[in-house]
């Protein structure tokens, strides 16, 4: 099957802006597509690249610049089954991503944190994406107009994606690959000090 991941190559992580300069923002985008790209490869399969620009990878790219849902359908309308996995998806596993492939449903949905959807499988010709806001709900939604049997995969590491700074405790905590140590080089640490939840703070900066 093939395995499609899309990569906002030229300004990603906007909403991590209170923490990294748009430089950082590019290099941390880049070191969790490889985190995903390498979980991709030890679980078996060959992923493709979807990138907005032309990256230096030594994967199979797609280059289009379209916004995200036009530049997934184009590929969806080929037809044939795919896989689409976000590139933000640093404590992905091979394990993880085995799950997502073992259900045998037409669309098989691993939701993100926040009502996302950080990867799916599809083997329904006439499946469509529509991301941003709710779209594990509106996805579960459009599989069933289409007609098409739906499965969720229940992991927390295919749902952390990395969208927000709240979202860096769970690399921290969990993160097994590049972006952890990258994390890690870049004085990026745990903040315990607060009562309520763990958030992070960077050594160079003030607490964020
Ligand atoms: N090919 C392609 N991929 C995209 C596009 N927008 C986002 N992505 C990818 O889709 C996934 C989820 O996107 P977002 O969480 O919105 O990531 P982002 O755009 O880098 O972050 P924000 O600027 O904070 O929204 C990530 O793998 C992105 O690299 C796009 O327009 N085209
Ligand atoms: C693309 C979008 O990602 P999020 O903004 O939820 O990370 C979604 O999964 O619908």
């Known amino acids: 099957m093939r395995v499609v991941v899309p990569f906002a190559a030229e300004q990603p992580k906007t909403r991590l802006a209170d923490v990294f300069t748009p ?25 493709e690249v979807l990138t907005t620009a032309t990256i230096d990878v030594n994967v199979p790219t797609i280059v289009d ?17 795919v896989a689409v996995v976000m590139a933000d998806l640093p404590l992905a596993t091979p394990d993880a991503f085995a799950r997502l492939f073992a259900s045998d449903a037409d669309v098989v949905l691993a939701p993100g944190r926040g009502g996302g959807t950080n990867a799916f499988v599809t083997r329904h010709s006439s499946f469509r994406v529509d991301y941003h806001g709710a779209s594990y709900r509106d996805h579960r939604e459009r599989a069933r107009e289409v007609g098409a049997s739906v499965a969720t995969i229940d992991s927390h590491r295919l ?43 960077r050594d160079d900066t003030t607490a964020v």
């Open 23 to 47: 430089a950082e923002r590019r290099e941390l985008a880049r070191v969790m597509l490889d985190d995903v790209l390498r979980a991709l490869r030890e679980a078996g399969h060959t992923p």
């Open 65 to 81: 610049d379209r916004p995200l849902n036009a530049a997934v359908n184009a590929v969806l309308a080929d037809g044939s089954p």
């Open 159 to 201: 749902a952390t994606d990395v969208d927000e700074s709240t979202d860096l405790v769970e690399v921290l905590l969990h993160g097994t690959g590049e972006t952890r140590r990258w994390l890690e080089e870049r004085g990026v640490r745990l903040d315990t000090s607060g009562d309520g939840r763990v958030g992070i703070r």
